[in-house]
């Protein structure tokens, strides 16, 4: 990937949560660009705790940490990650999303993310979006990104990049680059991926744990043959 194509400085700014795939994305943006910023966002997620794991991260990797509060991102429509009257869906309905779909959600996220980005004079983000391994929210995909970057772009009249390191890798492929990027402890140990709000291996029953370890299984399995 030729990152200097695209850029006009060697800043990057990656939109953050502390998870796997995002804690992933910071480490990968520290080997390709020299001054990286994580932007966090409080969007009435139940587990605000998510924020804290953020910026702790961040805080280990040298990378400052800006936190904004975005309500209305959760307050807009009804979903299982920010309603606390919603029980979650153990699997995904026939022919529609799953209730932890938060509509729109990745749309606001990289809109104000770019926003911001302008005026640190960054013009490259990042995104732990992937459509390979993903629930089907219509937000993940490479598509969507692409039309978003060039809306952001004619919107601001600016020459952005969203870069999307995970786009084509599944969980198994995106352990694999933890390991390359040498966080693989840390990615396993300290980030919150789990619905239920419980760091690190989470709570093993939630759809989100249970992607997270089938694909550290796959790694660890292949790993061991090499």
């Not at 660009?33 to 040298?62: L, P, T």
């Not at 959760?74 to 153990?90: C, F, I, P, V, W």
């Not at 990289?110 to 013009?123: D, H, K, N, P």
Request: charged share 25%; aromatic share 10%.
């Amino acid at each position: 990937m030729n990152i200097s194509t695209f850029r006009k400085s060697n800043r990057a700014l990656v939109v953050f949560s502390g998870g796997q795939d995002s804690t992933t994305c910071l480490f990968w943006a520290k080997r390709y660009f020299d001054e990286v910023h994580a932007i966090c966002f409080r969007y009435g997620q139940k587990h605000a705790n998510e924020v804290d794991i953020a910026r702790e991260i961040a805080h280990e990797a040298g990378v400052a940490f800006h936190p904004f509060d975005a309500p209305i991102i959760g307050n807009l429509a009804r979903n299982s990650l920010t309603d606390t009257s919603m029980k979650m869906d153990e699997e995904q309905p026939e022919g529609s999303f799953p209730n932890t779909f938060v509509p729109g959600r990745n749309l606001f996220f990289l809109s104000m993310a770019a926003v911001f980005a302008r005026e640190l004079g960054i013009y490259d983000i990042i995104t732990g979006v992937s459509e390979t391994d993903f629930s089907g929210y219509p937000d993940c995909r490479d598509s969507f990104i692409k039309s978003l970057n060039v809306s952001l772009n004619l919107a601001m009249d600016e020459q952005f990049h969203i870069h999307t390191p995970l786009m084509w890798l599944n969980k198994c492929d995106t352990w694999a680059l933890a390991d390359e990027l040498g966080v693989l402890d840390l990615v396993r140990r300290k980030t919150l991926t789990c619905y239920n709000g419980i760091p690190g291996d989470g709570c093993g029953e939630c759809p989100s744990c249970k992607l997270r370890r089938k694909g550290l299984e796959e790694y660890l399995a292949k790993k061991g043959k090499n």
